[in-house]
């Protein structure tokens, strides 16, 4: 592996930003050969608050198996149906792994949609059963950087890299089409574009993404939603009309119970 940080400060995902990276510093890791079929990079966040209070950090959720090695545990989350909640207090660094869409498949028994809205102990893929935690754990705290630190958990995981498996490219492919066409607003267009039955379609999702087709399009809008409402005043009603949603109400409700707020709420406090 690379032993390179990039620090990043592409907020996709990232809610308000602007205060987020204003309390902690992110940055991208390249995955070794062994890894990068199964992830797209490893992530590092670092933070000092002593002194400060806690910042509260939310991420949008999104079609990704993440593991992470934190001060205090290594876990796994699945993904989830609405924003996750951060509290960042004292100094500290997590080293996490995103997972490819459907990546984290080869590497668990059973369907992605078990690990949908659940955090778990890394024993809950059965490959990462013998990683020693704790001993981890203390290494990535220790570390004298980011990069080595994401260094050492890529070398953790490399040898239990179970065989390549094509359906995670298939996966990938799948979610890139609805992130790259927002014109997909249906299951049913979605089913047509990929050469899928609806039904088909649902199967290989819960088996390999972890959920629904329906959820995936609706993420999309949601990302670009909130990546709109924090550039800058929006006109709702006409990104609503152009993220296919059937009015504004429609688009405010979904941005509501996923977000935790109404968007033009948001895009204020965004703007801040």
């Known amino acids: ?18 205060a987020g990276l204003a309390s902690f510093a992110l940055a991208r890791h390249p995955p070794s050969g062994a890894l990068a079929p199964f ?8 933070w000092d608050r002593r002194g ?12 990704a198996v993440h593991l992470s090695v934190e001060p205090a ?17 004292g100094s500290g660094r997590v080293i996490g792994v995103r997972f490819r869409p459907g990546g984290a498949r080869p590497w668990t028994a059973a369907p992605l949609a078990e690990l949908t ?63 790259a066409e927002p014109g997909i607003r249906r299951v049913e267009q979605l089913a047509r574009r ?3 039955s609806v039904r088909g379609l649902q199967r290989f999702c819960a088996e390999w993404i972890g959920i629904g087709p329906k959820e995936l399009i609706r993420w999309a809008r949601l990302h670009e939603a909130a990546g709109r ?4 005043p929006v006109d709702l009603a006409s990104l609503a009309a152009e993220l296919g949603y059937a009015d504004q109400a429609h688009l405010v409700r979904d941005f509501r119970r996923v977000v935790g707020e109404p968007p033009a709420r948001y895009a204020r406090a965004a703007g801040s």
């Open 194 to 196: 990929l050469d899928l």
């Open 52 to 63: 400060e209070p806690p910042h509260v950090q939310r991420i949008l959720p999104n079609p």
């Open 1 to 18: 592996m690379r032993c390179v940080s990039e620090p990043t400060g592409d907020p996709r995902g990232i809610l308000h930003a602007r």
């Open 117 to 179: 809205d659940r955090e778990l102990p890394v024993s809950a893929l059965p490959r990462l059963a013998v990683l020693d935690g704790p001993a981890l754990q203390a290494a990535v705290q220790e570390a004298p950087d980011a990069a080595s630190a994401a260094a050492l958990v890529d070398a953790a995981l490399a040898p239990l890299c179970p065989e390549p498996d094509p359906a995670v490219d298939r996966a990938g492919d799948l979610v890139a089409t609805v992130d």
């Open 39 to 46: 992830v797209d990079y490893l992530w590092s966040v670092e």
């Open 229 to 232: 409402a924090a550039a800058g």
């Open 73 to 89: 545990r290594c876990a796994v989350t699945g993904p989830g149906r609405t924003a996750w909640t951060y509290e960042l207090t």
